[in-house]
Nanobody, 127 residues
């Protein structure tokens, strides 16, 4: 598996979680990485993306001010720190990698142009 997510779980509203995505079997330096989520009955949507080469980031409105994406190149790992979680954040969170700038990956990723997808990790936020 090229991308493996971890760190999901169940929290109460207002809580925090940190998701991790470990990349292997490909050269991560040429890619942007993104976190996407899909709630039951809804389309997959971008959350936050980061360009691995320079660390530039992009956040969708749903994540702005609450989530932080970062990477550790030595560990080939991308993180999503989520704070002030709300029930609407409940979804399966997927990590993905694509040969695009971070903003483009976040907006275009769900419709294609992704080279690698992880299987996802469940995040459940209770009120």
């Amino acid at each position: 598996e090229q991308l493996v997510e971890s760190g999901g779980g169940s929290v109460q509203a207002g809580g925090s979680l940190r998701l991790s995505c470990e990349a292997s079997e490909f050269s991560a330096s040429f890619y942007s990485f993104g976190w996407f989520r899909q709630a039951p009955g809804k389309d997959r949507e971008g959350v936050a993306c980061i360009k691995n080469s320079d660390g530039s980031t992009y956040y969708l409105d749903i994540a702005e001010g609450r989530f932080n994406i970062s990477r550790d190149n030595a560990k080939n790992t991308v993180y999503l720190q989520m704070s002030n979680l709300i029930p609407e954040d409940t979804a399966v969170y997927h990590c993905a990698a694509g040969p695009l700038p971070a903003k483009a990956l976040c907006h275009l990723g769900p419709s294609g142009l992704i080279d690698y997808w992880g299987k996802g990790t469940q995040v459940t936020v209770s009120s």
